[in-house]
C-alpha cells in the first residue's frame, strides 16, 4: 500500500515571497490533514478535510495561508506571503473515517 | 482549549532499561489516545494506540497504560535497545473529530 506523498523535500525562499506544497493521501482516505511542525515541538493541526470540505481551519492563519482539495483526493497548501516565523515541516496525514492517521514525510520549509 | 502535556522532555536511559513517558489531556471528551515514534528528519509513526474503553495495551516490548478519572496515559518501553532511540509524541482525540493533539515530544536516548 503506498503512502501518502508530499512535494516538494525541502524548500527555501525568502521572507514575503510565496510557495505551495502538495499532498496526495493514502487511496481511499477521505480525510486529510495538514500539521505545522516547528523545530523542537509537536505537530499543529492547521486545516482539516473531510472529502472535499474544510472540517476545521481554526489554527490556520488565514490572512497568509489558504489550503484546498479540489477533487476530494490531492491538495495544496500555500503561504503567501511567508514570514520568517513560517520556517517549519508541513506535514500532511490522511485517515479513513477518522481513525488511524499517517503521515507524510514532509516538506521541510526555511524562510530566510 | 484542548490541550496535552508530555513529560519529561528528554530521556536517557541504558540498553536493556524500561523508559516510560506520561502524557495528561484537557478534554475528558477525547476517547483515543496514538503514540507517535519520529526519528530524525523522518515522518512521525504510529506505534501503538489506546481507545477509551481499555486500561490497557501491549504489544511486543511496548505497552500504553491509561487512566480516564485522572487523564493521563503513559508509554512504556521495556528492554530498550539503541534502535527505540527517537521523539515520541503522544495525542489525544475525540473518535467523531479525527483530529488530534499532539504532546511537545520525548527525546529518548538509549545508550549502548
Known amino acids: 500500500e503506498a503512502g501518502v506523498a508530499q512535494s516538494p523535500r525541502y524548500k527555501i525562499i525568502e521572507k514575503r515571497q510565496s510557495v505551495a506544497f502538495w499532498c496526495n493521501p493514502i487511496?481511499?482516505?477521505?480525510?486529510l490533514y495538514w500539521y505545522q511542525q516547528i523545530l523542537g515541538q509537536g505537530p499543529k493541526l492547521l486545516i482539516q478535510?473531510?472529502?472535499?470540505?474544510?472540517?476545521?481551519d481554526s489554527q490556520l492563519p488565514k490572512d497568509r495561508f489558504s489550503a484546498e482539495r479540489l477533487k476530494g483526493v490531492d491538495s495544496t497548501l500555500k503561504i503567501q506571503p511567508a514570514k520568517l516565523e513560517d520556517s517549519a515541516v508541513y506535514l500532511c496525514?490522511?485517515?479513513?473515517?477518522?481513525?488511524?492517521?499517517?503521515f507524510g514525510s514532509g516538506t521541510q520549509l526555511s524562510v530566510l | 482549549g484542548e490541550n496535552v502535556e508530555q513529560h519529561p522532555s528528554t530521556l536517557s536511559v541504558q540498553e536493556g532499561d524500561s523508559a516510560v513517558i506520561k502524557c495528561t489531556y484537557s478534554?475528558?471528551?477525547?476517547?483515543?489516545f496514538p503514540w507517535y515514534k519520529q526519528e530524525l528528519g523522518k515522518r512521525p509513526q504510529l506505534i501503538i494506540d489506546?481507545?477509551?474503553?481499555?486500561g490497557e495495551k501491549k504489544d511486543q516490548r511496548i505497552a500504553v497504560t491509561l487512566n480516564k478519572t485522572a487523564k493521563h496515559f503513559s508509554l512504556h518501553i521495556t528492554e530498550t535497545q539503541p534502535e527505540d532511540s527517537a521523539v515520541y509524541f503522544c495525542?489525544?482525540?475525540?473518535?467523531?473529530?479525527?483530529?488530534?493533539?499532539f504532546g511537545q515530544g520525548t527525546t529518548l536516548q538509549v545508550k549502548p
Open positions: 489506546i481507545r477509551s474503553n481499555v
Open positions: 496525514a490522511s485517515s479513513s473515517f477518522n481513525e488511524k492517521l499517517f
Open positions: 478535510f473531510q472529502n472535499n470540505g474544510v472540517v476545521d
Open positions: 478534554d475528558s471528551a477525547s476517547n483515543y
Open positions: 487511496s481511499g482516505h477521505a480525510t
Open positions: 495525542a489525544a482525540s475525540k473518535s467523531n473529530t479525527g483530529k488530534l493533539i
